[in-house]
């Protein structure tokens, strides 16, 4: 006797914003009121001071372009995403994390556009491309990750793009390393449960921008990130991507290993078209 395999799929029910879009602007109104009530009542305390003085120690340096030109979309809105992330960077660079802080992305930019207002930029909605008001900022969280993660910095709340619609601007980018943000919804943060205090520093030139994780003492460690078992697989006529981050903490003196962390397991959509090089595997469940 043959028993032929049902496979149930769920519908995704509709929000009440998709069905009724007039009632988006009350709801994110709502959301961010919660959102900033609930992190006054949370018990952390969040890092709100910027340093004019640097911090004499540069625990991790890192750079990445401002600008990706395999987006096919007008260049018009990465311009506006460079002015949206200068913007927010005013009120990030000096920013410190003292000992038992919590550093908020969303409580450190928050007012950022209080006097000049962001341009609209691209953001990713519902799984779609578009353009919105701020977009591109997502850029500068992907950055301050980038260095949180060569540092003993506790991963408090992190959240990857659920849709990557277009490649990396570079093929040495690392995978599964983004940090997507949306206030009212989703925030970066991290706990700074060491005896250092940090401080962040960003800086731009016409091409790039760069961001340096200070520190008031020096740190005999160094930490490397590695991502390992990526792979990718078809499901539902969808394509993910699917990559371990793991982090190394080394001596520095005597380059020796100290640990290992297994820190998560970063799973998106791919949203664009891969190399013909690249293997897909099929889920033969679905």
């Not at 030109?69 to 018009?76: E, H, P, Q, S």
């Not at 311009?79 to 005013?90: I, R």
């Not at 919105?132 to 992190?158: A, D, K």
Request: charged share 25%; proline share 4%.
């Amino acid at each position: 006797m043959f028993f032929e395999r049902i496979v149930i799929y769920k519908v995704k029910r509709k929000r009440l914003t998709q069905t009724f879009p007039w009632l988006l602007p009350v709801r994110k109104i709502q959301r961010k009121a919660a959102f900033y009530l609930g992190m006054q009542l949370d018990n952390r305390n969040y890092s709100k001071t910027l340093l004019s003085i640097v911090l004499p120690h540069t625990l991790f340096e890192t750079n990445t372009p401002l600008y990706n030109y395999k987006t096919g979309v007008d260049m018009t809105y990465q311009k506006n995403k460079v002015f949206n992330l200068k913007l927010a960077a005013k009120t990030l660079n000096g920013m410190i994390i003292k000992p038992n802080e919590t550093f908020s992305f969303w409580q450190a930019v928050r007012h950022a556009d209080r006097e000049i207002p962001y341009k609209n930029g691209l953001t990713i909605t519902d799984g779609k491309l578009t353009t919105t008001y701020g977009g591109g900022i997502c850029q500068m969280s992907n950055l301050l990750f980038w260095m949180f993660l060569h540092s003993p910095l506790v991963i408090v709340e992190r959240h990857t793009h659920k849709v990557k619609k277009f490649p990396d601007p570079s093929i040495d980018t690392p995978k599964g390393v983004d940090a997507t943000v949306s206030e009212g919804w989703l925030d970066l943060k991290l706990l700074n449960n060491t005896r250092y205090t940090f401080q962040i520093s960003i800086e731009f030139d016409k091409d790039k921008i760069y961001g340096s994780l200070l520190t008031d003492k020096s740190i005999d460690k160094r930490y490397e990130i590695r991502t390992e078992n990526l792979s990718y697989i078809k499901e539902r006529n969808k394509v993910y991507e699917k990559v371990s981050i793991y982090r190394d903490e080394i001596h520095v003196d005597s380059s020796e290993y100290i640990a290992r962390d297994h820190l998560y397991d970063n799973y998106c959509e791919i949203g664009y078209e891969l190399s013909p090089d690249i293997l897909i595997n099929y889920d033969e469940t679905s």
